[in-house]
Nanobody, 127 residues
Framework: QVQLVESGGGLVQAGDSLRLSCAASGLTFSTYTMGWFRQAPGKEREFVAAITWNIWGGGRTDYTDSVKGRFTISRDNAKNTVYLQMNSLKPEDTATYYC?????????????????WGQGTQVTVSS
């Protein structure tokens, strides 16, 4: 079965960096668009970033406005892994971050478009 396993979360101070990883198994990773979402306590899950696929390993990306210029999504098809490099972290980035996969070449922002989800990794940014 499909499994997405996130790692890399933690407690950091404002201005610090973290890199989240999501290891996928049970699917043809290179043909899936991969996304990152987050959910803060008391709030709805929101889109963070997504990356499509191509045979060379890269892909088209999309970011929510609040993370543009600070976060970078990338993928390594040889390792079946997608990453989210988060720089200049702010307290408002505090949330549980989820990895998601969907079998298309689009970069949807709606979580309903994604077929598979990980369990999440907690990111806490102190001020």
């Amino acid at each position: 079965q499909v499994q997405l396993v996130e790692s890399g979360g933690g407690l950091v101070q404002a201005g610090d960096s973290l890199r989240l990883s999501c290891a996928a198994s049970g699917l043809t990773f290179s043909t899936y668009t991969m996304g990152w979402f987050r959910q803060a306590p008391g709030k709805e899950r929101e889109f963070v970033a997504a990356i499509t696929w191509n045979i060379w390993g890269g892909g088209r990306t999309d970011y929510t406005d609040s993370v543009k210029g600070r976060f970078t999504i990338s993928r390594d098809n040889a390792k079946n892994t997608v990453y989210l490099q988060m720089n200049s972290l702010k307290p408002e980035d505090t949330a549980t971050y989820y990895c998601a996969a969907q079998n298309s070449r689009t970069v949807p922002r709606s979580d309903s478009a994604y077929n598979y989800w990980g369990q999440g990794t907690q990111v806490t940014v102190s001020s």
